[in-house]
């Protein structure tokens, strides 16, 4: 499949989702155009804006996405991000976009978005894809997990702030793009944020959140998470 044809296919999925999934403010003005962060800046929601007239078409450009990202890691998958850090000119307009590409059996593990819903697009490959509903209202209930199989040319939507994955199930490199409701989604990847937090997480709460021996969460905080996304 030509990567023409997927350019033009995300750009139809950001359409929708800002028309039916964006999560940041509606904006005030045609475009505010990130200016770079500054430590003696305060915080706001969002970015500055750059002022107007000096705005250029390069601030609405990002090059690169039909490069494919180095999976050469222990996860097999690369994430190129485009969001307002990458591509100043999303600022307030409420989308965002991303490359991923996956080795053969490659794994975006269990993570969440906790600030847009995401349209995944497949182009080449083979992947098994799924995400898992928030904790029911009856405590007898389990959580739901929601799975497909997809070929290229299938779109599967994981819901904002519902843990999710992609694991590449063919024998060849297989290449996504997704596009998410908001300017900067936002990325919790649950074994990094779960095990290998900054401080530790106390390992008696995990041991008795994991109903596990506590020399098990001892491993696996020694472990390297790396971020894949």
């Not at 929708?16 to 403010?25: F, H, R, V, W």
């Not at 999976?71 to 999303?90: D, F, I, K, W, Y």
């Not at 490199?173 to 649950?190: D, H, L, R």
Request: one cysteine or more; proline letters at 7%.
């Amino acid at each position: 499949m030509k990567m023409g044809f997927g350019l033009c296919a995300v750009a139809v999925l950001l359409s929708y989702a800002s028309i039916a999934y964006a999560a940041d403010p509606n904006p005030l003005q045609d475009f505010c155009v990130a200016l770079p962060d500054n430590k003696f800046d305060v915080f706001v929601n969002g970015k500055f804006c750059k002022d107007p007239n000096l705005v250029v078409a390069g601030d609405f450009l990002f090059q690169g996405l039909n490069i494919p990202g180095n999976t050469s890691n222990q996860l097999g998958v690369a994430v190129t991000a485009v969001n307002v850090n990458q591509l100043p000119g999303l600022n307030t307009l409420g989308v965002s976009l991303a490359r991923l590409d996956y080795a053969p059996y490659g794994l975006n593990p269990p993570h969440t978005h906790p600030r847009a819903t995401e349209a995944l697009l497949l182009l080449e490959g083979a992947l098994y894809v799924g995400f898992v509903t928030s904790n029911p209202a009856d405590p007898n209930q389990r959580n739901k997990l929601f799975t497909k199989y997809l070929k290229a040319g299938d779109v599967f939507v994981f819901p904002q702030g519902l843990i999710h994955f992609q694991i590449n199930v063919g024998k060849t490199n297989a290449v996504a793009f997704a596009g998410f409701g908001s300017q900067n989604p936002g990325v919790i990847t649950i074994a990094n944020a779960v095990f290998g937090s900054d401080p530790k997480i106390n390992p008696d709460v995990l041991a008795k959140a994991f109903q596990v021996e506590k020399n098990i969460i001892d491993y696996l905080q020694a472990q390297f998470w790396p971020n894949s996304n």
